[in-house]
């Protein structure tokens, strides 16, 4: 898995418009849903500090349905690997179900 704290805004915003996949966590009721990574947002305009990242949050839009609650998921990618985010659910947008994960 992943260390979150490695992580920062640059690594998200070269994975922009890509697809990241989500384990749902229920076995044989949902497969996997695939998350395209669609704004990647930096908070803060000063320097974060040396043991701080800038604080910043992405943005993820899925299917439709199902509409997944608030609550950590297992989320894959090819190039950041396996990563436990915590999403919330924003609203749809027209084109599929938004989910927020916030690094502070």
Known sequence: MQDL???????FAR???QTFT???GVPDEV???PLVLIEVTEYGSGA???HRRQPFCV???GPALPVLPQRTYVIDHESLGRLELFLVPVGPDGQGMRYEAVFT
């Open 15 to 17: 994975c922009l418009n």
């Open 48 to 50: 974060a500090g040396p």
């Open 59 to 61: 943005l993820f839009r």
């Open 5 to 11: 704290r490695s992580l920062n805004h640059t690594e």
């Open 22 to 24: 989500l384990d749902p």
């Open 31 to 33: 497969r996997a849903i």
